[in-house]
């Protein structure tokens, strides 16, 4: 596993995304939304956490207000940059009033709020952003480390949430180069399929 290959494959795949057109990443939210309506850990889910997406992601926004504007809702949470544990991240309850701030890198997240603390290990889905995966649920991401340090001890929880990669189909490669510390998706969405690595 080469830093360098991780690098140029980030950019590579972040041009990718960057280059869909206002009406491809459109069309991708919809497509998105209603695959996630037919993925069964979803359906079931009690608390869900989705990301605001940045930088050519798909974006999430069809698909929670489609959440909230039924009747049986999850729980909603957004990622937050953790504090004071650096690298790692909280995860807050979100609704239509909850106040938001911009974050250092750009992305509105929930105001810290000690009371709208959801901990991971009570999430039954985290819906995560990638750059690329692979068919065998390997995840780039943008290279913060974020997600790998904060689900890192997940094993040792008394159930561990569902983890799925949500991605244009331009974001799959063949096989990622995988560090030691990457966490592996449990599936991955795309507008045009449902991804399910063989040992999930
Ligand atoms: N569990 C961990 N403990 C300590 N450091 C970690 C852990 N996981 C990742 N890191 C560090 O974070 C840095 C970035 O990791 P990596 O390249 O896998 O990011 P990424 O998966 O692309 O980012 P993200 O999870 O934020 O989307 C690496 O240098 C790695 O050493
Ligand atoms: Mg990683």
């Known amino acids: ?19 869909l057109i206002p009406t491809e990443q459109q069309l991708a939210a919809q497509d998105i939304a209603s695959q996630l ?15 605001l997406s940045n930088d050519g992601e798909v974006s999430l926004s069809e698909f929670s207000a489609s959440l909230l504007a039924g009747a049986s809702s999850p729980r909603l949470a957004l990622p937050v940059l953790h504090p004071f544990c650096r690298g790692h991240l909280l995860f807050l309850h979100y609704h239509q009033h909850t106040a938001m701030t911009e974050n250092r890198f ?10 709208a603390v959801v901990p991971a290990h009570q999430l039954d889905v985290i819906l995560m952003p990638l750059v ?15 997600y790998d340090r904060t689900l ?8 561990s949430p569902r983890l799925i990669g949500i991605a ?33």
């Open 168 to 200: 244009h189909d331009c974001q799959q490669v063949d096989a990622l180069p995988v560090a030691a510390w990457d966490v592996p998706l449990d599936a991955i969405v795309t507008p045009s399929q449902i991804i399910v690595p063989k040992d999930s």
């Open 1 to 19: 596993m080469h830093n360098s290959e991780r690098t140029q494959l980030r950019r590579k795949l972040r041009a990718a995304r960057n280059a």
């Open 106 to 115: 750009g992305i509105p997240e929930p105001s810290l709020d000690c009371t």
């Open 132 to 146: 690329g995966f692979d068919k065998d649920g390997n995840r780039l991401g943008m290279g913060g480390g974020f």
């Open 37 to 51: 309506a037919a993925v069964p850990a979803v359906k079931t889910a009690g608390s869900l956490a989705f990301y």
């Open 152 to 159: 890192a001890n997940r094993h040792n929880w008394p159930a």
